[in-house]
C-alpha cells in the first residue's frame, strides 16, 4: 500500500507540476516581470550620454542569467509542490478506500482545486508583487482555515448519507466567508487594476488544469499499481 500512494504520488506531482511549470513561464510569468517593473518608481532618465562596451552591455548580461535562473527555481518549487499536493490527494483516495480510476480521479483533482485554490481565491485571490495585502499571518491563517473547512465540508457532502451532516458541511465551507478574509491596509497598489485582475484570472485557470491533470493522473496510476499488487 506504501508502495502504490508513494509511487503514485510522485509520479502523478512529477507530471502536473512539469506541464504547470510550463504554463506558468508562458503565462504568469510574464505578467510577474511586468509588475515588478512597477514596484519602484524610477527617476527621470538623465541626459542620454553614449557608453559602449562592457557596462552598457552589463543590463543584458544580468538578464540572460536571472531568467533562467530564476524559471529553474520556479521549477523546482512548482514540481515539489505537485508531489506534496499529490501525496495529500492520493492519501485520500486510499483512506476513501475504494477503487479509483482516471475518470474518478478527475472528480478528486476537482475538488482539490475547490480546495486550495478556488475557495481560498473567493477571499484571497493570487496577487502580484507590489499589490496592497493585509499583514501575512492572518492571511495564512484564513488560508488553511478555508482549506481545511471545504475540504471537511466537501468530503461530507460527497460521502455522507445524513441530510444534517450535508447541511452542517455547507454551512462550514460558507463560513469562512461569512468570517471574511483579512483586509488589507488603506492605499492604492502600484499594480494596475487590469494586469492585477489578468493575473488572479491566470492563476486561477493555471490552478484548474493543474488540479485536474493531477487527479487523473493520480487516480490512474493508482489504479494501475492497484492491479498490479
Request: charged share 10%.
Amino acid at each position: 500500500m506504501f508502495y502504490r500512494v508513494f509511487a503514485s504520488a510522485v509520479i502523478a506531482g512529477l507530471l502536473a507540476g512539469l506541464v504547470l511549470t510550463g504554463l506558468q513561464l508562458a503565462v504568469t510569468s510574464p505578467l510577474i516581470l511586468a509588475a515588478e517593473t512597477f514596484e519602484t518608481v524610477t527617476p527621470p532618465a538623465a541626459p542620454a550620454e553614449h557608453h559602449h562596451g562592457a557596462q552598457a552591455a552589463a543590463p543584458a548580461d544580468d538578464e540572460a542569467v536571472e531568467r533562467p535562473r530564476r524559471a529553474l527555481f520556479t521549477g523546482i518549487a512548482t514540481v515539489s509542490t505537485g508531489v506534496g499536493f499529490a501525496l495529500l490527494l492520493v492519501a485520500a483516495m486510499a483512506l476513501r478506500g475504494r477503487e479509483v480510476d482516471a475518470r474518478r480521479g478527475l472528480l478528486w483533482g476537482a475538488a482539490g482545486f475547490a480546495v486550495f485554490a478556488l475557495a481560498p481565491g473567493f477571499g484571497l485571490p493570487p496577487e502580484l508583487p507590489g499589490s496592497v495585502a493585509a499583514e501575512l499571518d492572518p492571511r495564512q491563517a484564513w488560508w488553511i482555515a478555508t482549506a481545511a473547512a471545504t475540504a471537511i465540508g466537501l468530503w461530507g457532502i460527497a460521502f455522507s448519507r445524513n441530510w444534517a451532516l450535508i447541511a452542517g458541511a455547507i454551512v462550514l465551507i460558507v463560513l469562512p466567508h461569512l468570517v471574511g478574509a483579512p483586509h488589507p491596509p488603506e492605499g492604492v497598489g502600484r499594480v494596475p487594476p487590469e494586469l492585477a485582475a489578468h493575473f488572479t484570472a491566470a492563476s486561477l485557470g493555471l490552478a484548474a488544469v493543474f488540479w485536474l491533470i493531477l487527479g487523473a493522473a493520480a487516480g490512474g496510476l493508482y489504479n494501475r499499481f492497484g492491479s498490479r499488487s
